[in-house]
């Protein structure tokens, strides 16, 4: 195998992983705060009285979820574009 295959096949496997890091990134993201927002609900729908601090509770909990799904597309896009294996292509 030469240097120019072995490039090639690693800018195939960096873009599958890449993709596979967002999808699963997406994915536990997604379910994750589906399943706070139920809680969420559920939780103000027992006490009322206390909406307000469940609400707060609720979006800083969600920032937290969404922040894994975002570092997974840094780590997608550090695949896509700085990655060291694939920096020395050059196709002719």
Do not use: K, W
Not at 20 to 33: D, P, V
Not at 55 to 82: D, H, K, P
């Amino acid at each position: 195998m030469n240097e120019q295959t072995l490039h090639l096949v690693m800018g195939a496997v960096s873009i599958i992983v890449a993709g596979l890091t967002t999808a699963i990134g997406a994915f536990g993201a997604a379910f994750g705060e589906s399943r706070i927002g139920s809680a969420a609900m559920d939780a103000m729908a027992r006490q009322p009285d206390e909406g307000a601090a469940i609400t707060r509770n609720l979006f800083v909990t969600l920032a937290m979820v969404e922040s894994t799904a975002i570092f997974c597309l840094v780590i997608a896009l550090i695949l896509l574009f700085a990655n060291p294996y694939t920096a020395g292509l050059h196709l002719q």
